[in-house]
């Protein structure tokens, strides 16, 4: 069941030419500020504010999701760390940003909402072969994970 006032529900939020691939429970989409590289977002495809509104089940297999697509992101990026922030207090509908943490990180001791920084926004080219390397490994990941229902 979606909501018409979210803006998630409605497709407004995360930009649709930054979609990467559909997960089981989630949409991936890169994040549209890439200062931190490979910044992830995974939308639940339902309406839902709160863990504890979701089935057990639902529960599991999204803990399951982000788990997996992190493991794939840090592999990619060669993270030194992953955060996993689900907030929801600017828009409450569940989505997870899966955060890579890299070496070069410029405070790795902080959230990276409290690192001031100018977005960084890709080139149209470099966003579709950032997308493109993504999806290439994201296959593997459907047939290998509890993704595919
Ligand atoms: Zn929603």
Same mark, same amino acid.
């Given at each position: 069941?979606?909501?018409? @006032?979210?803006?998630?529900?409605? =497709? +407004? $939020?995360?930009? *649709?030419?930054?979609?990467? +691939?559909?997960?089981?429970?989630?949409?991936?989409?890169?994040?549209?500020?890439?200062?931190?590289? =490979?910044?992830?977002?995974?939308?639940?495809?339902?309406?839902?504010?709160?863990?504890?509104?979701? *089935? %057990?089940?639902?529960?599991? *297999?999204?803990?399951?999701?982000?788990?997996?697509?992190? =493991? #794939?992101?840090?592999?990619?990026?060669?993270?030194?760390?992953?955060?996993?922030?689900?907030l929801g207090?600017?828009?409450p509908?569940?989505? $997870?940003?899966?955060?890579? %943490?890299? @070496?070069?990180? &410029?405070?790795?001791?902080? &959230?990276?909402?409290?690192?001031?920084?100018?977005?960084?926004?890709?080139? &149209?080219?470099?966003?579709?072969?950032?997308?493109?390397?993504?999806?290439? #490994? $994201?296959? =593997?990941?459907?047939?290998? *994970?509890?993704?595919?229902?």
């Amino acid at each position: 069941m979606n909501d018409s @006032a979210c803006k998630a529900c409605v =497709g +407004a $939020w995360p930009r *649709s030419d930054h979609f990467i +691939a559909d997960c089981r429970l989630t949409r991936a989409y890169l994040h549209e500020d890439q200062f931190f590289p =490979g910044w992830t977002v995974l939308v639940l495809k339902r309406h839902a504010t709160e863990l504890f509104h979701l *089935s %057990r089940d639902e529960r599991s *297999s999204l803990i399951e999701e982000v788990s997996v697509v992190a =493991g #794939v992101l840090a592999e990619e990026w060669r993270a030194v760390k992953i955060n996993y922030e689900l907030l929801g207090n600017q828009l409450p509908h569940i989505h $997870w940003h899966l955060i890579p %943490r890299l @070496a070069q990180d &410029p405070a790795p001791l902080e &959230p990276v909402w409290r690192i001031t920084h100018e977005p960084t926004r890709l080139a &149209p080219d470099t966003l579709t072969s950032r997308l493109e390397r993504l999806r290439k #490994v $994201w296959p =593997g990941l459907m047939n290998h *994970s509890p993704l595919r229902s």
